[in-house]
């Protein structure tokens, strides 16, 4: 899957979990941009973004991505690897 | 996610929507690990039962000094319900920690640690404790050898669940959160993320914590007085495989035939559930003698057609015959559950009636039972003996329904049951059931204060009170304890705390022979009035008016009655000696 598109499944996830849909997400995103970004949020996401993708985050990469870049590129290279 | 359970993200949506509707009930949380999660999904929780749940969340693993201190924002929030949450994780490192000679001793340890805060919670407050048992993890130190071992962990955690029960049979107000069993039911991958654990101290998954949160909410609605008193059955493809106007009644699968163990087993928990004390009813749409004959003559049938307080099997859409059930039992539709195998019959009763719960019956008639578990329909905040006779007391009813028809005189007919009560103090043997109908009853109830066995207990040894227990038979049949009256004394006035009825008794004149017998025992014990109070909720608008009817004056809100003007009300019954 194309990096671009997974970002665009990750911005659907990201509507989701925030309730919002007029959120926009991009590579450059980090917690500061968004709104109620909390620590609880974040496990929201990575648990939703594990199930969508059918994928496992370690314990390491969850408090270790520094913008939604990151955290898509680990997405995109778990799902090509298997 | 298992479709019978919310997600947690639907339950964090719920937390933006309007709750001002439903009535508010205060708990507070207290847990060894990270709870916030939970706290969100019980309040989202709280919007699908319908409860505005107004919770205090303790500071994390503070469970020990919310309890001792009592000047904690435990006591101070003054919740009426105390959520507790200890981890299985947690106890796994306590139990590590405890040196070799002290594991076999470590559950006695750790129940009397919960025994006390019990204890000093109970002390301090009134309100109901609900503890989380715990899920079982095999720390596989020994494999299954652990089964032979007294101080080793699997024995040790089954022996604080099973004393956890028996600890909540002597504590009234204790509940337990079936933890264990949700773990079991659901398996471990799913209700633990080792993730989650290890990153934030969370020792629920997600999915796992709304299972959990819907748990907590169904102990808290049945405590409540929200819970299912009927299961309306269909009977082709729901209770037998087949169809018995086409198959016959050799060709339905029941027992050994085709799939017939799956209906066998429906069965078989349908007529527990009889036993426990809800109420059968048949909706289905057949010609009455056929459907009654499968149940008279099949040899594998396991229901009678004497489970069932109402048969109703013909042509007419099934909506009616539901509302006739309703009538008929004179309970709520929210009461009552409706299973049938045909979508299109679920979506035209939901359509009519929305309060009737229908679950989405599986395609697979083996997974009907499985999924029907799942969904813990019928919990329960109290059980008395008197509740396996439930669906007994209604086919007499109905008996006196088509009796009933017979007169054209309502007095004679009255007479004709010949009724007899019991009327006396509320004692050791009628407590439990008392309660049970503060808990229970909510139409014919002046003011809805629900009550536990234990209040009871003091309410009945105070000089402050006087209290009433009646009983209903005829010559159909006993009815058992219908109705109670706790007055409180206050100088020369009797003030009604509690006038509760039981619908079963309507139109039996019994309100009036209760009216006698208050007046009697006021002017037995020298007072001159008796004052009444009618506190209206959405579901006691039948006794709006009941204290005016009986001629009692209103001041300021309250209704008097001047025992000296009172005249005896007509009544039917007689009193037992």
């Given amino acids: ?82 | 996610m298992p479709a019978s359970v919310k997600s947690f993200n639907e339950l964090k949506r719920n937390l933006k929507k309007d709750f001002t509707a439903f009535p508010q009930k205060k708990l507070a949380v207290l847990g060894d690990t990270a709870t916030q999660f939970l706290v969100k999904a019980l309040r989202g929780y709280g919007y699908e039962a319908e409860l505005n749940l107004d919770i205090y969340e303790a500071e994390y693993n503070q469970i020990d000094h919310e309890i001792i201190d009592s000047t904690s924002e435990l006591y101070t929030s003054n919740p009426e319900y105390v959520i507790i949450f200890q981890s299985t994780q947690k106890l796994l490192n306590n139990y590590f920690e405890t040196a070799h000679a002290g594991k076999n001793k470590f559950a006695e340890e750790r129940l009397s640690q919960i025994r006390n805060f019990i204890a000093t919670i109970n002390e301090r407050m009134k309100c109901k404790v609900i503890f989380f048992n715990f899920g079982e993890i095999n720390d596989n130190i020994f494999g299954n050898f652990s089964n032979k071992l007294d101080f080793s962990f699997s024995y040790q955690v089954r022996k604080i669940n099973l004393e956890l029960m028996d600890m909540c049979r002597e504590t009234k107000n204790l509940y337990i959160n079936d933890v264990c069993t949700l773990q079991n039911m659901y398996g471990i991958d799913f209700a633990f993320d080792p993730k989650l654990y290890v990153t934030s101290d969370l020792t629920l998954s997600l999915d796992f914590t709304a299972v959990v949160a819907k748990s907590v909410v169904d102990i808290i609605q049945s405590l409540v007085g929200k819970s299912k008193k009927c299961l309306i059955l269909d009977l082709d493809n729901t209770l037998w495989g087949g169809i018995i106007g086409d198959d016959g009644i050799e060709g339905i699968q029941i027992g050994e035939l085709g799939i017939g163990k799956a209906f066998t087993e429906l069965q078989l928990w349908a007529k527990q559930l009889k036993e426990r004390g809800i109420i059968l009813a048949v909706s289905s749409k057949n010609d009455s003698e056929v459907a009654k004959n499968a149940f008279d003559n099949h040899p594998d049938m396991v229901l009678s057609y004497e489970d069932f307080a109402v048969f109703n099997a013909n042509w007419d859409n099934k909506a009616d015959n539901i509302k006739q059930i309703q009538q008929i039992l004179n309970i709520g539709f929210d009461s009552m559950v409706f299973l049938d195998d045909n979508p299109f019959e679920r979506n035209m009763v939901r359509s009519f009636l929305p309060e009737v719960t229908i679950p989405e019956l599986p395609e697979d008639p083996a997974e009907y039972l499985t999924y029907l578990r799942s969904l813990n329909l019928f919990e329960t905040s109290s059980y008395s003996e008197e509740d396996s006779e439930r669906t007994e007391l209604y086919r007499q009813e109905y008996q006196r329904t088509v009796v009933k028809q017979a007169f054209v005189n309502e007095d004679e007919y009255l007479t004709s049951l010949e009724m007899v009560s019991e009327c006396k103090p509320f004692d050791s043997f009628t407590i439990p059931r008392v309660a049970q109908l503060t808990q229970r009853s909510n139409q014919f109830n002046l003011r809805t204060i629900r009550y536990t066995e234990d209040d009871m207990h003091k309410i009945s040894s105070s000089d402050d009170y006087l209290t009433l227990s009646f009983t209903l038979e005829d010559k159909f049949g006993h009815y058992g304890l219908i109705s109670l009256i706790i007055l409180k004394k206050q100088g020369e006035v009797l003030f009604v705390d509690t006038w509760i009825m039981s619908c079963r008794v309507l139109k039996r004149t019994m309100e009036n022979f209760v009216l006698n017998n208050i007046v009697e025992a006021a002017t037995a014990n020298g007072f001159k009035k008796i004052i009444g109070e009618f506190i209206q909720t959405a579901k006691n608008k039948m006794v709006k008016d009941h204290y005016k009817d009986f001629g009692f004056t209103e001041s300021n809100g309250l209704w008097e009655l001047d025992i000296k003007a009172f005249e005896k009300r007509k009544s039917f019954i007689n009193k037992k000696q």
């Fill in chain 1, 1 to 82: 899957m194309e990096l671009a598109e997974v970002i665009k499944q990750v911005n659907d996830i990201f509507k989701d979990v925030f309730d919002d849909d007029s959120l926009v997400i991009n590579s450059e995103t980090t917690a500061k941009d968004v709104d109620d970004w909390d620590s609880l949020t974040h496990i929201q996401l990575v648990v939703a973004i594990e199930k969508h993708f059918k994928i496992r985050f370690t314990s390491t990469e969850i408090h270790g991505f520094a913008n939604v870049g990151q955290m898509c590129e680990a997405i995109s290279n778990k799902i090509n690897k298997s």
